[in-house]
């Protein structure tokens, strides 16, 4: 079964930086396309970047420049380095693949992305 762990969440302060770690396990990790997801209290959950096998990438408007999605496909691993960070970056931010080579087409829509780990708690203060 799929199985996706999330880590490297954190508190730093604003201008900061943290690297989230998605480790994925029970299917063929590199035929998935992948993306990190956040969610705010009282708000809900957005995409906020996925890369695929073919390596594109795409950002949501408010972290473009400042967080870079990454896989290594030897270790399973999903990355996130999310610098500059802001108090408005401050949420639950989840992994998610959806089984599919390509991402196109999917966007940053949660409703494309079947498997999901439990999250990883980012706070970031002013």
């Known amino acids: 079964q799929v199985q996706l762990v999330e880590s490297g969440g954190g508190s730093v302060q604003a201008g900061g930086s943290l690297r989230l770690s998605c480790a994925a396990s029970?299917?063929?990790?590199?035929?998935?396309?992948m993306g990190w997801f956040r969610q705010a209290p009282g708000k809900e959950r957005e995409g906020v970047a996925t890369r695929d096998n073919f390596g594109s990438t795409r950002y949501t408007d408010s972290v473009k420049g400042r967080f870079t999605i990454s896989k290594d496909n030897a270790k399973n691993t999903l990355y996130m380095q999310m610098n500059s960070l802001k108090p408005e970056d401050t949420s639950m931010y989840y992994c998610?693949?959806?089984?599919?080579?390509?991402?196109?087409?999917?966007?940053?829509?949660?409703?494309?992305?079947?498997?999901w780990g439990q999250g990883t708690q980012v706070t970031v203060s002013s």
């Open positions: 029970g299917y063929t990790y590199s035929e998935y396309c």
């Open positions: 998610a693949s959806a089984p599919r080579t390509s991402c196109y087409g999917l966007g940053l829509s949660v409703r494309a992305f079947g498997y």
